[in-house]
């Protein structure tokens, strides 16, 4: 009995930590995104809504461990939880060896606590299981299961595709950090396009054509998209690192002020760079831009998670998936050809760039942009899809209210990839904000 009462008190303890949290005290970490990022490895809600179930989650599993030596039930509800503790000690193994940032508080916590107290708790429950049979297959399948999505997740790298044939517009340069390509084309007062986030620089295209005309137009690829290649593996993804490569960038090319154009999370890169060096950003031309302190949808929050996230990123990899994912983007269609489909495909398969799907979606904090905003001082159009299926398009209008310099245009019948699917109403848009 003294057995079973540890190991339901364990899950008590767990009750009483998700009571605490439901009411918006976040110790031992100074605030939720770290208290997630700690107890979690990613970012999720400890919202009253989310944690009060688990806590009523985790009263049920200390009745059914009390339990279990008079109830049928009970100790199938036992065997289910050996079952789950098998799948996270292994995976917190795992975990051990595949994670390189040995410096955050999740990567000690697993070591440290995490892993060894579900190999406690395991060893009880299954000592509570009186079925032979079952106590055999509650510990090997889970850990088969966990190895072998783990070799899918940390082991498998997709084929990267052969990178297309330059366009007249390409060029290179070499920084210490990356070999940036962009494309270039105009004379005049320089405007600088970021290419959309998970989007080669081509999705600039019939901007690039417009603008062009009166301006000197240079479309870049970021670290972790398109062409752009990173000379190392340490690149950390986050928004120092990428307004730090877009600041080399600048510097090389040796820009010193540039209207400067983002769209979905370059708009945010883009958002944060003026912020930081308000003095080289003269304007700011925001298409659905990131930089709000507000959820993603939830294909995108799940990258934010060891092991989902670099599953998913790798599985959507396909042809298949990227094809699924561009039309998702549109509200014409017909615009998604086969042309199109694999100049988003191709760049998406390089391995620099896959995993910054996944280490992007962890590491931008947008809080310090949103905290920013009012203090933005350059003059902002942003412009929104009202189809937008990523980032609602009531979001425009918080950042109207928070940007104090902010002209807002909300586009009826147009998506999220806002530069292609409505180009013809775009482009004037911009021509008119940097005449």
């Not at 110790?27 to 700690?38: H, I, M, V």
């Not at 339990?67 to 098998?86: F, H, I, P, T, Y």
């Not at 191709?346 to 947008?366: F, H, I, K, Q, S």
């Amino acid at each position: 009995m003294e057995i079973r009462k540890l190991a339901a008190g364990a899950h008590i303890v767990l009750a009483a930590a998700h009571v605490y949290w439901a009411t918006g005290a976040t110790w031992p970490a100074p605030d939720e995104r770290s208290l997630s990022r700690a107890v979690l490895g990613g970012e999720a809600s400890f919202a009253p809504q989310i944690v009060l179930p688990l806590a009523a989650f985790h009263l049920l599993l200390a009745i059914a461990v009390l339990r279990s030596d008079r109830s049928a039930l009970a100790r199938v509800v036992v065997a289910g939880l050996a079952a789950g503790l098998a799948a996270r000690a292994t995976l917190g193994v795992v975990w051990v060896f595949v994670e390189t940032d040995a410096g955050t508080a999740f990567y000690w916590l697993n070591l440290l606590l995490y892993t060894p107290a579900c190999v406690a708790l395991l060893a009880i429950d299954v000592s509570l299981l009186q079925a032979k049979w079952l106590k055999r297959l509650v510990i090997p399948l889970p850990v088969l299961g966990v190895v072998l999505v783990s070799l899918l997740a940390y082991g498998y790298q997709p084929t990267a595709q052969p990178s297309p044939q330059p366009s007249k517009d390409s060029r290179y340069v070499e920084t210490p950090l990356a070999r940036f390509h962009y494309l270039q084309r105009g004379t005049g007062a320089p405007v600088v396009l970021l290419s959309p986030g998970a989007s080669p620089a081509s999705a600039w295209q019939p901007e690039l054509d417009a603008l062009s005309k009166t301006h000197a137009v240079y479309v870049v690829d970021l670290p972790g998209q398109g062409e752009t290649r990173l000379h190392g593996t340490g690149f950390a993804f986050d928004l120092d690192a990428m307004t730090g490569a877009l600041g080399e960038f600048l510097d090389q090319l040796d820009l010193h002020q540039v209207v400067l154009g983002g769209n979905s999370w370059s708009g945010g890169w883009g958002l944060a760079y003026a912020q930081q060096h308000p003095e080289r950003v003269s304007k700011l031309l925001l298409l659905a831009p990131s930089g709000l302190a507000e959820p993603d949808p939830a294909s995108w929050e799940a990258l934010r998670f060891p092991l989902a996230g670099e599953l998913l990123a790798k599985l959507g990899t396909s042809r298949s998936a990227v094809q699924a994912a561009v039309r998702d983007l549109f509200v014409h269609k017909d615009l998604v050809t086969p042309a199109l489909v694999d100049q988003m495909w191709v760049p998406g398969t390089y391995r620099d760039n896959v995993r910054a799907m996944y280490a992007l979606e962890r590491g931008l904090d947008w809080r310090i942009t949103q905290a920013a905003l009012p203090r933005t001082g350059q003059p902002v159009l942003i412009i929104w899809g009202e189809e937008d299926t990523v980032l609602p398009v009531a979001q425009a209008q918080r950042f109207a209210r928070l940007l104090p310099h902010a002209t807002v245009r909300t586009l009826a019948g147009c998506g999220h990839a806002l530069t292609l699917d409505c180009a013809d109403r775009v482009t004037p848009l911009l021509e008119e904000f940097v005449p």
